[in-house]
């Protein structure tokens, strides 16, 4: 069981929900939004991404209250076609404006097979793999690129360089599964999302493996070592193969939805918003049903069919480490360190609320 620590404790999911609804609420977001957000940041912590979950509450409630995001604000269509729409969130919460998108994106593609929606200026769209679980539950495959133009863009150095250069620039992937968890692929582009920075700084820990280049370009375990001063930088997964993937999706999510990417003037460290390129194929135009389902089957059981190094820790598919956490801390509740519960109680102190956890 997960929250043993003396500096973590375990709350019901449910609980984590209605504290981020309240704030966003009491911020001035309309119930419908605030519902939205508070639901995805719960359960990014349910499945295990805690570096998307309650960690971003204050920095959500810190941006709305200095302008940088919106409450209430409403998707803008900048361009269509066929299968191609160009919308734009106007820097609006994040996560409503992504399901909206993605939304869109599968309406399209039920239509003709396949459609395409790029989000520019949308605020922090949260954990990217939920709207690849969503596109699935429609039955679409898809493929989703993100970026994170200034401010608070710039966390990788480029491969062979030193400083802060590029975003994190996730990817998501899905492919539905009837009966099984979709298979999910949700990544980002740098060795880890700052987010889990974060959240190794809060628990004081080390990083696994040494993902951050200091100042002086030293690599280093060190979580503080990112963030300075004077600042480090992350360095991009699988090196000049992820630097490689992270400059197109500043290219595919930045550039052709016209939201821009990373680059002067400087960033920050506050936080920042997303472009998206979301594209999905309805899988019942692409392939026989009759056939993808058994097919899909067997080759699950194959790829899983491998002996595991570790015996406690079998062969699994995308998707289905968050599927497990997600079943576990249903039942056992969602740990949370200290200082995330500190952060999330500051943002409700900053809009007149008593501490909800």
């Not at 472009?275 to 999905?280: A, E, F, G, H, Y």
Request: aromatic letters at 6%.
């Amino acid at each position: 069981m997960e929250g043993t620590a003396p500096d973590i404790r375990v709350f019901d999911v449910e609980r984590l929900r209605a504290a981020a609804e309240a704030v966003f609420r009491a911020v001035g977001c309309p119930a419908v939004e605030a519902e939205a957000v508070a639901a995805h940041l719960a359960d990014a912590n349910l499945c295990g991404h805690d570096s998307h979950g309650m960690i971003r509450v204050l920095p959500y409630v810190k941006a709305l209250r200095r302008g940088y995001f919106h409450a209430g604000r409403e998707i803008a269509v900048v361009r269509e076609a066929p299968a191609l729409v160009v919308l734009d969130g106007a820097m609006g919460l994040g996560q409503p404006l992504a399901n909206a998108a993605t939304d869109r994106a599968c309406s399209m593609a039920a239509v003709s097979g396949a459609g395409t929606v790029l989000l520019r200026r949308a605020g922090h769209v949260g954990r990217l793999g939920a709207y690849a679980e969503r596109a699935a539950e429609r039955g679409m495959a898809s493929i989703i690129f993100c970026n994170a133009p200034r401010p608070g863009g710039g966390v990788i150095a480029p491969w062979g360089g030193i400083g802060r250069r590029l975003g994190a620039s996730p990817i998501a992937m899905g492919m539905p599964r009837p009966a099984n968890p979709h298979v999910v692929l949700d990544f980002s582009t740098s060795y880890y999302a700052v987010g889990k920075l974060r959240v190794a700084r809060n628990k004081g820990e080390l990083l696994p493996e040494a993902a951050v280049i200091a100042a002086d370009g030293t690599p280093t375990r060190d979580p503080n070592a990112y963030f300075g001063p004077p600042e480090g930088a992350m360095i991009p997964f699988g090196g000049h193969k992820g630097y490689a993937l992270n400059v197109f999706t500043d290219l595919l999510a930045g550039m052709l939805s016209g939201g821009g990417a990373d680059y002067p003037p400087p960033g920050t460290d506050e936080q920042g918003g997303n472009n998206l390129m979301i594209v999905t194929v309805a899988v019942d135009q692409a392939a026989d049903p009759a056939w993808l389902g058994p097919a899909l089957a067997d080759y699950a059981a194959w790829v899983k069919s491998a002996a595991p190094i570790d015996p406690a820790r079998p062969v699994m598919l995308p998707g289905e480490p968050e599927a497990a956490t997600r079943a576990r801390r249903a039942a056992d509740g969602v740990p949370l360190d200290a200082r995330t519960i500190a952060q999330v109680n500051e943002a409700a102190a900053l809009v007149g609320l008593d501490p909800p956890l």
